[in-house]
C-alpha cells in the first residue's frame, strides 16, 4: 500500500524556520514530480512549490527566495525548507507527489497521492 506522509510542521516565530518532509512508502519505483500546496482557514489551497522528476522546480511568488524544495531519490522524500517566515505562511500544508508503483502483478502503475497535511504556524 503506497503512503505518503508529511511532517516537520509546527509553531514557529516570524523570521523562523522550519523544513517540512515529505515520505513515500510502498512499492515505489519512481517519484515523478511533488508538490508542495497550503491552505490557510478560508481560503483555497494552493502551490506553493513543485520539483519535477528531472529536478526543475517551481515556487510560488509569495515564497520565492525564502522556500527550497528538494528530493532525496534514495529515500523517496522531497523537503520543503522554509526560511523567513511569515504569519501569512500559517497553514496545513499538504503534499502531493506523482508516483510510479510496481504493482502485484509485476506492472506499474502511476498515480497522484496526497498526504493528510502537517500544520504549519507562524506567529508575529
Known amino acids: 500500500q503506497v503512503q505518503v506522509v508529511e511532517s516537520g510542521g509546527g509553531l514557529v516565530q516570524a523570521g523562523g524556520s522550519l523544513r517540512l518532509s515529505c515520505a513515500a512508502s510502498g512499492s515505489i519505483r519512481s517519484i515523478n514530480a511533488v508538490g508542495w500546496y497550503r491552505q490557510a482557514p478560508g481560503k483555497q489551497r494552493e502551490l506553493v512549490a513543485q520539483?519535477?522528476?528531472?529536478?526543475?522546480?517551481n515556487y510560488a511568488d509569495s515564497v520565492k527566495g525564502r522556500f527550497a524544495i528538494s528530493r532525496d531519490n534514495g529515500n523517496n522524500t522531497v523537503y520543503l525548507q522554509m526560511n523567513s517566515l511569515k504569519p501569512e505562511d500559517t497553514a496545513v500544508y499538504y503534499c502531493?507527489?506523482?508516483?510510479?508503483?510496481?504493482?502485484?502483478?509485476?506492472?506499474?502503475?502511476?498515480?497522484?497521492?496526497w498526504g493528510q497535511g502537517t500544520q504549519v504556524t507562524v506567529s508575529s
Open positions: 502531493n507527489a506523482d508516483l510510479t508503483t510496481i504493482t502485484n502483478y509485476r506492472t506499474t502503475y502511476r498515480s497522484t497521492y
Open positions: 520539483i519535477t522528476g528531472f529536478d526543475s522546480t
